[in-house]
């Protein structure tokens, strides 16, 4: 009996868990793609198709923007 009660929290636990990780890795893409940024590039890169709807690239093309915009006003 332990060893099924034990196996059936292991198992709550493990499920809990990755819906955890999907809602936090669907929240932070639309709210704050910065944490999923670095994890993302290396399969952003190469799907730049399906990259293009996704947040991750706005981001990094976001930081370049201020820059440029500098130079022009200065």
């Known amino acids: 009996n332990v ?3 034990f196996a059936a929290g292991v198992a709550d636990e493990g499920a ?7 809602t936090a890795v669907d929240k932070p893409f639309m ?3 910065t944490p999923p940024t670095q994890p993302s590039p290396s399969q952003d890169h190469p799907s730049t198709s399906q990259v293009q709807p ?5 981001l ?5 923007s201020p820059q440029q915009q500098q ?3 200065s």
Do not use: G
């Not at 809990?16 to 999907?22: D, I, K, S, T």
């Not at 996704?54 to 706005?58: F, K, N, R, T």
């Not at 990094?60 to 370049?64: G, H, K, L, M, N």
């Open 71 to 73: 130079p022009q006003p």
């Open 16 to 22: 809990a868990n990755v819906n955890v990780v999907l």
């Open 3 to 5: 060893d099924n009660v």
């Open 54 to 58: 996704i947040p991750p690239p706005s």
């Open 31 to 33: 709210s704050s793609p």
């Open 60 to 64: 990094i093309a976001q930081p370049p």
